[in-house]
C-alpha cells in the first residue's frame, strides 16, 4: 500500500475552541490518522499570543503571527479559521479559498453574512468550505441538512441554538428567579460570557438560525431580514402565567415555510410544555426539523464548548483530508440561490400572550376588547391574577387567537393610549409546534 502524506493544517485563531482543536489533534493522531486515510499535521498556528504553546505542549517553532504565512504557504492544505467574528475572519477565509485552499470554520457570524458568497469562491476554486461547528456545537446539523435531509421539502425549523439564554430560561422558570439574577448566576458558571450581549440580545441566535434556514430552505438568506429580539424583557411572573396555561417560555430561532415565503425570526415563545423543546433545559441546544418525508427529527446535545465544538470542527477536517487522499473535488456542491423569500415580520401571523397593568374598575376589559376587536384580533383567555387594592391596579394576562403581527403592534400603540391601561408589561408570542 502507497503510504499517503500528511494532510498540513493550519490553524488560526488559539483561544479557547482553537486550544481544544489542537489538544485532539496532538493527542488522537492514531484515530484521526485511521479515519482521513494519512495522518493530520498541525503544522502552523496563527495567533498574536505566542506564549500559548507552552501550556498546550505545541512546537514552537509552529506559531507565526502572519496569517499571510498559512495563506501564502504551498504546503497549508486546510486552514482552520477559529478567529471568530467577521473581521479580518471573513477576509482571511475568502483569501485562503481564493487561493484554493481547504476551510473548515467555526465562524457563524461570517457564514451568516457571507456564506453564499464565500461557498462560491470556494465552488470557483475546487475548495472545501465546511463550517459544521457554526451552528450547535458538537450537534450534527449542517452535515444531516447537506446530506440525510436532502429529499425532503423542509416545512419548518424550530431551534434552541443559544446554550447562555436557555440556561438564564430554565433558572427563571424553575428557580423562579429574575432575569438580572440568572444572568449573573450564568457568568459566575462561566456559562456566559463577561459580555454577553449578543447572546441575550437574540443576535448570536440569528446568525444561527441564518445558516439553518439556507440550508434547510435553499436560500441565500440576507441576514438583515431575520427578524431577533432577546430575553431580557422577561418577567419570573411571565413564567408563573405561562406555566398556569400549561406554557413553557423559550428562546426561540424559527424558520417555517409560509405559502412562498419563509419565516426567519428570533424571539422568546410560550410553547406547549408538554412539548419536546420545552423539556431542553440548561445550557443544552436542541434542533427540531420537520420535513414532508421524514416527518420530525430533533437534534440534542451540546452547542458549545472546547471539546464538543472540537468533535464538529475536526469531523470537517476529516471529511476534507478522505476527498483529498482519494481525489475527489471538495468543491461545496451547491451554493444557494439568490431570493428575496423572508417574510416579512409585521405579515407574521401567530397567537399572543399579553401581560399588563390595568385600572382595577369596570369596564376595563370592554374597552381593551373593544379595540383588539378593531384590529380583528380575537381574545381566546384572560385571567386576573393580583390586583392591588392601594393603587387600584390589576394585573391582566391576555391570550389571543392567531392575529396578524401588525395589527397586533397597531393595537398595543391604541392600548397604551387608553386612561385605564397603566402598563403593557409584556407581550410574547405563542407556537403550537
Ligand atoms: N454563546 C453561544 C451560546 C455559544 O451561548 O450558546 C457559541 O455559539
Known amino acids: 500500500m502507497v503510504k499517503k502524506r500528511a494532510i498540513n493544517i493550519a490553524l488560526l485563531g488559539i483561544g479557547t475552541i482553537g486550544s481544544g482543536v489542537a489538544r485532539v489533534l496532538t493527542s488522537k493522531k492514531k484515530t484521526l490518522a485511521r479515519q482521513a486515510g494519512s495522518p493530520l499535521a498541525l503544522t502552523m498556528v496563527v495567533d498574536k499570543d505566542m506564549a500559548r504553546h507552552g501550556t498546550l505542549g ?30 479580518p475572519a471573513y477576509d482571511y477565509i475568502k483569501e485562503a479559498l481564493s487561493k484554493g485552499k481547504h476551510v473548515v470554520t467555526a465562524n457563524k457570524e461570517v457564514m451568516a453574512k457571507h456564506g453564499t458568497e464565500l461557498l462560491s469562491i470556494a465552488q470557483q476554486h475546487h475548495a472545501g468550505l465546511r463550517f459544521e461547528a457554526s451552528v450547535g456545537g458538537g450537534i450534527p446539523l449542517i452535515s444531516p441538512f447537506q446530506r440525510d435531509l436532502v429529499a425532503n421539502d423542509i416545512q419548518a425549523i424550530y431551534a434552541i441554538v443559544n446554550g447562555t439564554t436557555n440556561y438564564i430560561l430554565s433558572k427563571m422558570a424553575h428557580d423562579k428567579i429574575d432575569f438580572g439574577v440568572a444572568l449573573k448566576q450564568a457568568q459566575k458558571l462561566g456559562y456566559a460570557e463577561a459580555n454577553p450581549a449578543n447572546d441575550i440580545g437574540g443576535l448570536d441566535a440569528a446568525y444561527k438560525l441564518a445558516i439553518l434556514t439556507s440550508l434547510g430552505f435553499d436560500m441565500d438568506v440576507n441576514f438583515d431580514e431575520i427578524y431577533f429580539e432577546g430575553i431580557a424583557k422577561l418577567k419570573s411572573r411571565d413564567f408563573r402565567y405561562a406555566a398556569e396555561f400549561g406554557y413553557a417560555i423559550k428562546l426561540l430561532a424559527i424558520a417555517k415555510r409560509s405559502n412562498s415565503l419563509v419565516e426567519a425570526r428570533v424571539h422568546p415563545v410560550l410553547i406547549p410544555a408538554e412539548s419536546l423543546l420545552a423539556k431542553v433545559d440548561g445550557v443544552y441546544n436542541a434542533i427540531y426539523v420537520s420535513g414532508d418525508l421524514v416527518g420530525n427529527v430533533l437534534f440534542y446535545g451540546q452547542g458549545a464548548g472546547p471539546s464538543a465544538t472540537s468533535s464538529a470542527v475536526i469531523a470537517d477536517v476529516i471529511n476534507i483530508a478522505q476527498n483529498i487522499n482519494t481525489r475527489r473535488d471538495n468543491a461545496p456542491r451547491f451554493v444557494p440561490e439568490k431570493t428575496s423569500g423572508i417574510k416579512p415580520m409585521a405579515d407574521i401571523e401567530t397567537r399572543y400572550y399579553f401581560r399588563m397593568s390595568v385600572l382595577d374598575q369596570a369596564g376595563v376589559l370592554a374597552q381593551i376588547s373593544s379595540i383588539m376587536g378593531s384590529q380583528s384580533i380575537s381574545i381566546s383567555s384572560v385571567m386576573q391574577q393580583e390586583s392591588d387594592p392601594s393603587n387600584r391596579t390589576a394585573e391582566i394576562v391576555i391570550m389571543t387567537h392567531k392575529a396578524r403581527e401588525s395589527a397586533v403592534q397597531k393595537a398595543m400603540k391604541m392600548l397604551n393610549k387608553l386612561k385605564v391601561v397603566k402598563e403593557i408589561s409584556n407581550f410574547i408570542r405563542i407556537e403550537a409546534i
Open 58 to 87: 505545541l512546537d514552537p517553532e509552529i506559531f507565526v503571527t502572519s496569517y499571510k504565512k498559512a495563506i501564502d504557504s504551498d504546503d497549508i492544505d486546510i486552514v482552520i479559521e477559529l478567529i471568530g467574528g467577521e473581521y
